[in-house]
T-cell receptor, first 115, second 113 residues
């Protein structure tokens, strides 16, 4: 158990709808990263939040947005869902300062199906 | 694109050592080698990391060649529960700007009875 909690675990949406996924990081961690994993592929980096700001972003459209709260938990929002957004969405937590170990702790993911 | 190259799949007999290779010929001087694994339907799990010296922990050993262009992850006594996809990743290490992890497709290790 990595101590990272994600919700919901599974959800089904239709094209054009919007979805919000949630993540609570491991206790003591202040940085949250989000990844998208399509079937049979490795996880792809979406973005990372530290101190409530987006610190780095991968090659994903603006339909993907996020937020980090003062308690370090985070949300991933996806607007105007496409069939291709169907994937496992993974949250990873870590320490963002200079004392970090370089290790990410992943949650079990949220499985999104878009019909 | 991932900075590493791994075989797509490997088999290993239960109880034997599993040796998973990884090529990272373009690794930079400040980049570490990290290994993660992903058991089916779970999130990736950190295994081990190293810069240039061999490393060992309770899960595995990491052997990095002297020129740092390749490495091998060793699971000394593989069990059925070690069946997973293993990812080799190069990235800036501890204390630095974390950035993101760039995953390739990894190696699917199948441990057989």
């Amino acid at each position: 158990d990595a101590g990272v909690t994600q919700s919901p675990t599974h959800l089904i949406k239709t094209r054009g709808q919007q979805v919000t996924l949630r993540c609570s990081p491991k206790s003591g961690h202040d940085t949250v990263s989000w990844y998208q994993q399509a079937l049979g592929q490795g996880p792809q980096f979406i973005f990372q939040y530290y101190e409530e700001e987006e610190r780095q972003r991968g090659n994903f459209p603006d339909r993907f947005s996020g937020h980090q709260f003062p308690n370090y938990s985070s949300e991933l929002n996806v607007n105007a869902l496409l069939l291709g957004d169907s994937a496992l969405y993974l949250c990873a937590s870590s320490l963002g300062g200079t004392d970090n170990t370089g290790e990410l702790f992943f949650g079990e993911g949220s499985r999104l199906t878009v019909l | 694109d991932a900075k590493t190259t791994q075989p797509p799949s490997m088999d290993c007999a239960e109880g034997r050592a599993a040796n998973l290779p990884c090529n990272h010929s373009t690794i930079s001087g400040n980049e570490y080698v990290y290994w993660y694994r992903q058991i089916h339907s779970q999130g990736p799990q950190y295994i081990i990391h190293g810069l240039k010296n061999n490393e060992t922990n309770e899960m595995a050993s990491l052997i990095i060649t002297e020129d740092r262009k390749s490495s091998t992850l060793i699971l000394p006594h593989a069990t059925l529960r070690d069946t997973a996809v293993y990812y080799c990743i190069v990235r800036v290490g501890p204390g630095g700007s974390q950035g993101n992890l760039i995953f390739g497709k990894g190696t699917k290790l199948s441990v057989k009875p």
